[in-house]
């Protein structure tokens, strides 16, 4: 499973590139804008092509996924902390009207102990960040956990079998796409050797 984030900036022709990654094959992506507003957010969902956007996972307005159809919505590690009590609840009222709920970690331990039924789960960072400089990675081992763990955190074509090595059941992808010139043939170049790696069962 290769899921894509984007930017946390609003890029150039942005809804266009978020397309043609759809048209080229993307399963999922995350839409994450920490300085949009709702509207914002309409703006940015309204230009990609309505056909995917099942496929669109939202990270803030959870509103959002009942106007637009999308296929859920991540909690972030504060928005889940805040939740307290009322997470397996929400979790659950989600479910229950057909949508999908994911969540973002950045220690094994926290999933461990973490107790709700996410769809899967973001760990972070798995290997030095190409996004963010000076966050290093960890090279977190999950292949003991039962949960589905998606690695983020320094992934491109060159650390993919490193990442399925360390159990995880697939890669989250920021830095690796929207930091290189030509983001659709960075996907492209991830999608086939994804297609090559040994996965675990």
């Known amino acids: 499973m290769i899921i894509v984030l984007t930017s946390e900036k609003a890029l150039e022709d942005e809804a266009k590139q ?35 956007h099942n496929r669109i996972m939202i990270h803030q307005f959870p509103e959002l996924t009942m106007e637009y159809k999308l296929r859920g919505i991540h909690l972030q590690e ?20 057909g949508f999908s709920v994911t969540s973002s970690f950045h220690s094994k331990e926290d999933i461990i102990a973490c107790d709700a039924d996410f769809e899967y789960v973001l760990l972070s960072p798995v290997f030095g960040s190409i996004s963010k400089a000076g966050y290093k990675g960890k090279g977190f081992d999950v292949t003991d956990l039962d949960e589905v763990v998606i690695g983020m955190g ?11 090595d360390l159990g995880f059941k ?20 991830i999608k086939e050797a994804n297609s090559k790696v040994l996965k675990p069962n």
Not at 89 to 97: G, L
């Open 78 to 97: 504060q928005a889940r902390l805040d939740l307290e009590d009322a997470l397996n609840v929400t979790i659950q009222i989600y479910k229950n009207k």
């Open 170 to 189: 697939g890669v989250g992808v920021l830095g690796g796409i929207w930091n290189a010139e030509d983001s659709l043939g960075s996907f492209l170049k």
């Open 154 to 164: 320094g992934i491109n074509e060159s650390t993919l079998q490193a990442t399925f």
């Open 18 to 52: 978020i397309n043609n990654l759809f048209d080229a094959g993307l399963e999922i992506l995350h839409l994450r804008k920490p300085t949009f507003t709702i509207d914002g957010y309409r703006a940015l969902l309204d230009q990609i092509g309505m056909q995917y």
